[in-house]
T-cell receptor, first 114, second 113 residues
Framework: SQTIHQWPATLVQPVGSPLSLECTVE??????LYWYRQAAGRGLQLLFY??????ISSEVPQNLSASRPQDRQFILSSKKLLLSDSGFYLC?????????????FGQGTRLTVV | AQKVTQAQTEISVVEKEDVTLDCVYE???????LFWYKQPPSGELVFLIR??????QNEISGRYSWNFQKSTSSFNFTITASQVVDSAVYFC??????????FGQGTRLTINP
């Protein structure tokens, strides 16, 4: 069966520090991968999505970046965090290979920038 | 560009009442997929249903039902005989041919005993 792992679960980082959140999927190949951010009490904002290695689509201009070094690994990074980067970050995967299946989500990372 | 609108930010009803959550979408694609997710207080996102653009049949699953109408670009979700455990934030989502998955702002549903 397929599983998605996202870590860490919580993170407190000072302003100006770097960020690296990692997400890995097991049990499937060539998935679509997504990063979302959810501010407190708000909706899910799509940050990045990838339909394959080396293919990253950025949805919101900001100081975040994403990379997909391996087929089932998706990394969200920042060189210098801002206070506004605080939020709940969710990684998700869906079927890929042209199949529009439902997306399955990780447990999320609650990031607080102080 | 695709867009999902959930105009109801918050809904509060008394237990056993029926409640409908509205979802309106926009897309230029003729092939697309619609989804509903539930986010309980614990934060995880739980998949509820998927519908493709060629299947307008309504669906019922226990107390849950979904009404998909392409003519009005709507995909509404009804909970019959609501229960306190239904309290959560509910999200409607749309995936287009590029497999970009976009969510609405969510509707916070509170079921009061």
């Amino acid at each position: 069966s397929q599983t998605i792992h996202q870590w860490p679960a919580t993170l407190v980082q000072p302003v100006g520090s770097p960020l690296s959140l990692e997400c890995t999927v097991e049990g499937t190949s060539n998935p679509n991968l997504y990063w979302y951010r959810q501010a407190a009490g708000r909706g899910l904002q799509l940050l990045f999505y990838s339909v394959g290695i080396g293919q990253i689509s950025s949805e919101v201009p900001q100081n975040l970046s994403a990379s997909r070094p391996q087929d089932r690994q998706f990394i969200l990074s920042s060189k210098k965090l801002l206070l506004s980067d605080s939020g709940f970050y969710l990684c998700a995967w869906s079927g890929g290979e042209g199949r529009n299946t439902e997306a399955f989500f990780g447990q999320g990372t609650r990031l607080t920038v102080v | 560009a695709q867009k999902v609108t959930q105009a109801q930010t918050e809904i509060s009803v008394v237990e056993k009442e029926d409640v409908t959550l509205d979802c309106v979408y926009e897309t230029r694609d003729t092939t697309y997929y619609l989804f509903w997710y539930k986010q309980p207080p614990s934060g995880e996102l739980v998949f509820l249903i998927r519908r493709n653009s060629f299947d307008e049949q309504n669906e019922i699953s226990g107390r849950y039902s979904w009404n998909f109408q392409k003519s009005t670009s709507s995909f509404n979700f009804t909970i019959t005989a609501s229960q306190v455990v239904d309290s959560a934030v509910y999200f409607c989502a749309l995936s287009d041919r590029a497999q970009k998955l976009v969510f609405g702002q969510g509707t916070r549903l509170t079921i009061n005993p």
